[in-house]
């Protein structure tokens, strides 16, 4: 499977720990996003990455939230001290670069879901 | 409020129906895109249409952009059970640097047998 593969799927944590997830983007891509998904709504913008550059993050993203994508392939995305407010789905999708400002379709993963107790 | 905005928020028709969905979007695009999401996994993208376009056409799909009313719709032809899924309108806006999409909060789309 040459898809975007995220890991884990489910994670189900105290409030007030960390955790982190995976994202392995389709290998040629060098564009790599991550969203956020509560129910019911469409994907929110987190943060951007072009190789291993992170070149835009969201306002919803605060300092409890990192992301990074040290060699330009895979990228992880960890919170620190949850809080019950960051139970949603974590979305990555990967991309190719588009021409000028234009993007070229996403390719998501199937998310992580998680949920703070 | 998002800058792509779907309606309806929910559709169900019966197998072989066509189905309509439009999206709202607010500021200037370089390109509109259509995705869809079947339940707990994720996003699959379906369409891409640019600004310069104003209608696309990809298998029973045909996708409409009228940059002046700023809306878009997309209609499935022929439906089948398997259609069944939440549909999202995500726009590339034209600001200096942005590379994110900005969906909207989807048409949820049931296609009864």
């Known amino acids: 499977d040459t898809g975007v593969s995220q890991n884990p799927r489910h994670k189900i944590t105290k409030r007030g720990q960390n955790v982190t997830f995976r994202c392995d983007p389709i290998s040629e891509h060098n564009r790599l996003y991550w969203y956020r998904q509560t129910l019911g709504q469409g994907p929110e913008f987190l943060t951007y990455?072009?190789?291993?550059?992170?070149?835009?993050k969201s306002r919803l993203l605060s300092d409890r939230f990192s992301a990074e994508r040290p060699k330009g392939s895979f990228s992880t995305l960890e919170i620190q001290r949850t809080e019950q407010g960051d139970s949603a789905m974590y979305l990555c999708a990967s991309s190719l670069a588009g021409t000028g400002h234009s993007n070229q379709p996403q390719h998501f993963g199937d998310g992580t879901r998680l949920s703070i107790l | 409020s998002q800058q792509g905005e779907e309606d309806p928020q929910a559709l169900s028709i019966q197998e072989g129906e066509n189905a309509t969905m439009n999206c709202s979007y607010k500021?200037?695009?370089?390109?509109l895109q259509w995705y869809r999401q079947n339940s707990g996994r994720g996003l699959v993208h379906l369409i891409l249409?640019?600004?310069?376009?104003r209608e696309k056409h990809s298998g029973r799909l045909r996708v409409t952009l009228d940059t002046s009313k700023k809306s878009s719709s997309l209609l499935i032809t022929a439906s089948r059970a398997a259609d069944t899924a939440s549909y999202f309108c995500?726009?590339?806006?034209?600001?200096?640097?942005?590379?994110?999409?900005?969906f909207g909060s989807g048409t949820r789309l049931q296609v009864q047998p």
């Open positions: 995500a726009t590339d806006g034209t600001d200096t640097g942005r590379r994110a999409l900005t």
């Open positions: 990455f072009q190789n291993e550059a992170q070149l835009e």
């Open positions: 249409i640019r600004s310069n376009e």
């Open positions: 500021t200037s695009i370089n390109n």
